[in-house]
DNA sequence: ACCGGCTAGATTGTCGACAATTGACCTACA
DNA sequence: TGTAGGTCAATTGTCGACAATCTAGCCGGT
């Protein structure tokens, strides 16, 4: 799904953990991140925990406040509604960006990835399931080209995305419909249409973001 | 101009000035940082140096490679172009929203704002100087009342802009076209019309990346 | 002369200890 | 009883030393 993480260091490594961690619910939101606990609980020491912590805390995952400590955020609906602003905006321009940018052989394996997902909605399979999704999405973001916006959707945003889907459970029924606003996404990126493929790609986000934002009500 | 950064702890003010020092050129685009040398350099421990390029790495002001070391980005056609592209992205989607959130009084500041800049294009001043333009777009991030994209715009791009503002030398020949423009945006917010404001923020965007684009080729 | 491996130096990554700050509890006083 | 102040434990911030890793230069073989 994500594209081979190399986890170098132990402080790299520590990191994804507890990114995971986090994200999966291991660890709930709202918690307070003890260094020394961490510490000994992933068998590192303090520096690698704090170095992991610092990185959560620019990727939004994670708040500090100087002398006190850090905290795993809180899911606010407020919150969710400021990523979907983002994603929009974001994922718009990359959208955008990947009709002028992706390579035809990209956007002959991007519709077969549709085709396959296709079959599986033929065949009862909820489509909307996390890893159909996800990759969809994915492989338009890096089909950008853009180097740092890649980087802030996938480092940055997208974590938290999955944090939210993960804890507040979202596997909402926005299957079908879903899979064809995906299909008019790919037409206009095949046709290098990016001002086309930005609105559908904005209409799209925000289409979930108000039947998220319905269900939470 | 910015406001009021408040170092709390050595590190933060390691951070801060460090971060300085790079955007304004005092260390140059490329440079390798070693962190022995800065921390006597900036009379700290190794452990506060890691922490501010930690940070720096973050807003992808510098690149660091595992035990390898962390140099000063360099400043690139490509990297001022997909600086621009995020950009025009989310001021767009800043300026929609400070539209449906800015307060009254927020609004009529920013007007009274952009008039005394009017007093100082009609005396002759260049406008389009940093100061003006910059708080010009500031307002308008701060009044969106997204905290993330607030945070990913002032702590991550903005430095990034200002870096290449700074050291390329920008201080370009839109001046009173730029002023217009801002004055169109400003009509738009307050007139609550978010789309229209998005779509005159990134075309403001748009033109000025435009514009530099010419005069690097 | 050129290429591959090896050694040495320097740099980064990790660790444990010490210093500084915070928040809570406890006490004294109005 | 409630509030202000002080004390103490616990946590975070900072430091210097040690371990692991990379780069550059040297040496020997082909």
Redo the contacts with the bound molecule.
Sequence with gaps: MTPAQSP???????FFQLRTDIVEGVIAAGT??????L?TNY?????????A?NRLVACHIVE???????RVVNLTTEGLIELYQIRESLEGMAARLAASNMTDTEISNLESLLNDHFEEVKQGHSYYQEAGDVDFHYRIILGCKNNHLISMLTDGIYHLVRMYRVQLGMAGPRVSTAFDEHKHIVQAIANRDGELAEILMRRHILYSKNNIQKKLL
Aim: aromatic fraction near 0%; proline fraction near 0%; glycine fraction near 6%.
């Design positions: 170098i260091t132990s402080a790299d490594k520590t307070k991140l003890s260094e020394t606990e510490s068998g590192v020491s303090r520096a690698v925990i704090r170095e912590i500090r406040r100087a002398n006190v400590g850090a």
